[in-house]
């Protein structure tokens, strides 16, 4: 069982950035896949950005160029950097990792409200 937390979330006006962690409870080695995905109210949760052991990088194309996933094997976190934020960004988002068994294990998510 991994249990993740996350947490950098909160209120920014457009254009700000926030950092997004997810520290999870243990090494994340033995980890094939990280990834965050956020769910705006009404819509269906979407992934925004992934990252693999080979720190290999996927993202929407609603945040290529503003956010950046990265992974810091020894805190056993991975991190969402996300700039030039916009109202349209505001969602809950969640941390996923997928071992390399594939098992699946998600957070409890982070709010992240972009507005003015």
């Known amino acids: 069982q991994v249990h993740l937390v996350e947490s950098g979330g909160g209120l920014v006006q457009p254009g700000g950035s926030l950092k997004l962690s997810c520290a999870a409870s243990q090494s994340i080695v033995s980890i094939y896949a990280m990834g965050w995905y956020r769910q705006a109210p009404g819509k269906q949760r979407e992934l925004v950005a992934g990252?693999?052991?080979?720190?290999?990088?996927n993202y929407a194309d609603s945040v290529k160029g503003r956010f950046s996933i990265s992974r810091d094997n020894a805190k056993n976190t991975v991190y969402l950097q996300m700039n030039s934020l916009k109202p349209e960004d505001t969602a809950v988002y969640y941390c996923?990792?997928?071992?390399?068994?594939?098992?699946?294990?998600w957070g409890q998510g982070t709010q992240v409200t972009v507005s003015s």
């Open positions: 990252i693999t052991s080979g720190r290999s990088t």
């Open positions: 996923k990792v997928t071992q390399y068994v594939g098992k699946e294990y």
